[in-house]
């Protein structure tokens, strides 16, 4: 078994649509994230990068398959789950009523931080992430900027070693998303095992150690940018994203026996790709 | 379950629920202000009224008095507040004109009942007036006070003519004895207005504190951010069901509390004040009251917390959540009947029963068996709505706020078609 903090193995989630019925917004997800490791899950809208990491987050339960965070199941043991996890993302809003300092410390006790270290780790993430001049003003009263620092704060407050970041760029303005991106690229050399969803490829290649490719809630690789490159042979990664996306959509069309032309050639080491040619090749 | 991580979040509400002004306002300032001043202003009003009526003076219509009774009409004339009106016209018009408020009491004299036709220029006298009218009752009031004086003069000077002399007319004394003191009038009256002002409270108190920690939380995006804490969904929930039973039974008490330290105050404009000896709810009461409201808060808090998890706004809460605080009003309006008896039997019926128990500890007395019964039937009632209140919490889709519809669909979900999730 892996000792990787952040593990999947054949994850996956169906809705209930009263208009389309059942939907697999995640199918059958394999991954993981080493300590020190940005893994960027990198998808268009509804592609379920979301679902994923609510998964991993126990917010939801998934349908089949395992998901392992620092060994702990996700089904089995939630609680300890989450008390090893910090999860942010734009839904992930802070109390407004109440202060930075006192969402700190909620969030640090909460979370099983040891209760007499809570104050002194309170103080540390107040230095760290400079909010030491309104730690005492309430959340309401805060920019956005100054929010999403807290937030952070309120996501690493227990000191977990796996963290979840699900778009969290997305309703920042550019010098925050770049502060934003900077913070997280800090956790990773902390040692921590980080998430990153998103679907702006800039970031993904900035930031994101490897890259995991997921369309129609499949995962169709995971790489590192260079090895996505010499996989697909192609320089840009909106490239690399949009050759993988059309072959998936080809696969689908062959599938549904419908067509496959024009779907271009298969790419060297895509998984899904390879499966098939697999299997057709021992089916012969 | 973790005491202490309930404590933290149970805190964490607590907290920012005290920072929030519209419940700040609903559940500690309206139950401390609002019912103490609306009673006495309504005090006031009704005090204001009945001095209004008595100072003016009261147009009464006379037709047909014989003029062997002409002294009647000179006394009535004599009341500094009452103008007598010869009338001239038909009886029917005068008595319209009561009804529109153009007169106040019209008085018809006529022959007298089968029986009494024997005694010399004997009469019978008709008072029409309008129960309506503050001003038509006052008037009656006068006006039967000035007949009771004629009519005894009336009757001891027509006894003297047919020779009948005391002790051979002694008539029977019919004296009225009001047994219960002023306090225990009183406390009647709070019996009546307390437990149903405490049911109103518990319940407003209760409504906000409800929808914010439900529908609150998700409107301000909170929601999914206590949903990632290392803590159960059932201590999640239990700190938010205490959190909701501590504003209702605290906004219960605060009215009480409230009522009773400013009674004197309320009564005043009435006089009533004066009548109060020491405390108008007996100290023994308290304790009573204390509990019922706790209890009450508890139910409520389970009820609501039931109703409102499955809104995804405000507005929806509020919607959601009205029947159930609608159907919470019904008994307190049911017990404001004082023929109400309080028995075992009833005492098995919720909020009812605690209603009915705080009135009897307002009038001093507790029946035993009722009392009692009204503890078990409470623990047990508190009891199945948090076991209810936990189990629908507790599922994935309600607490993640994916179940579409409120409580009704959600179980007819769970009852009848089930799996829309695969």
Known sequence: ????????????????????????????????????????????????????????????????????????????????????????????????????????????????????????????????????????????????????????????????????????????????????RKIISDLRSDGKAILFSTHVMSEAEQLCDRIAIIHHGRILAVETLDGLREATGLHYLEDIFVHYAGVKDADAAAEANISSEGAGASPPGAAPRGDRKEREGSSK | MDLRQIWILYRHEVRSALRERSIVAMSIVVPLIMYPALLWAGFSAMSFVEGQAERLTSRVAISGLPAAHAPLADSLRAHDRISVIEWDGEPEEALRGVALGRLDVFMGFGPPG???????????????????????????????????????????????????????????????????????????????????????????????????????????????????????????????????????????????????LSLRWILTPTGGAEELATGSIPFGALPVIAMGTMLLGLLVAAGMLVFAVFARNFKEGQSMITPFYLAMIFPAILVQSPDIEFTASLAIVPVVNVALLIREAILGSIPLLPGVVTLVSMTVFVGLAVAFAQWVMRREEVFLGASEGGLGTFLKRRLGVRGREA
């Open chain 1, 1 to 180: 078994m892996s000792d990787s903090p952040v593990r999947t193995e054949g994850l996956s989630k169906v809705f209930y649509d009263a208009s389309r019925g059942e939907v697999n917004a995640v199918d059958a997800v394999d991954l993981d994230c080493s300590r020190g490791e940005i893994l960027g899950l990198l998808g268009a809208n509804g592609a379920g990068k979301t679902t994923t990491l609510r998964m991993l987050s126990t917010i939801l339960r998934p349908t089949s398959g395992h998901a392992w965070l620092m060994g702990h199941e996700v089904r089995a043991q939630p609680e300890r789950v989450r008390a090893e996890l910090g999860f942010y993302s734009a839904s992930t809003a802070l109390y407004p009523k109440i202060t930075p300092r006192e969402t700190l410390r909620f969030f640090a006790q909460v979370n099983g931080y040891p209760p007499k270290s809570v104050e002194a780790r309170v103080e540390e993430l107040i230095d760290r992430f400079r909010i030491g001049d309104y730690a005492d003003a309430r959340v309401e009263k805060l920019s956005s900027g100054m929010k999403q620092k807290v937030s952070i704060a309120r996501t690493v407050a227990h000191d977990p070693p796996v963290l979840i970041f699900d778009e969290p760029t997305v309703a920042l303005d550019v010098l925050n998303a770049i502060e934003l």
């Open chain 2, 114 to 260: 089968a029986g009494t036709e024997g005694l010399a220029d004997n009469i019978q006298v008709e008072l029409a007036y309008n129960e309506a009218s503050d001003r038509s009752r006052a008037a009656r009031v006068r006006v039967e006070s000035t007949m009771r004086s004629y009519r005894e003069t009336w009757v001891d000077e027509a006894r003297t003519d047919l020779g009948i002399r005391n002790p051979a007319w002694a008539d029977f004394a019919f004296v009225r004895d009001d047994v219960a003191t002023a306090e225990e009038g009183i406390r009647f009256v709070l019996g009546l207005l307390v437990p149903f002002l405490t049911l109103i409270m518990v319940a407003l108190a209760s409504y906000y504190p409800a929808i914010d920690a439900t529908a609150g939380e998700r409107e301000r995006s909170t929601w999914e951010t206590l949903m990632t804490v290392a803590a159960p969904r059932a201590n999640v929930a239990a700190a938010k069901y205490l959190y909701v039973a501590t504003f209702g039974a605290v906004g219960g008490l605060l009215n009480v509390t409230a009522l009773a």
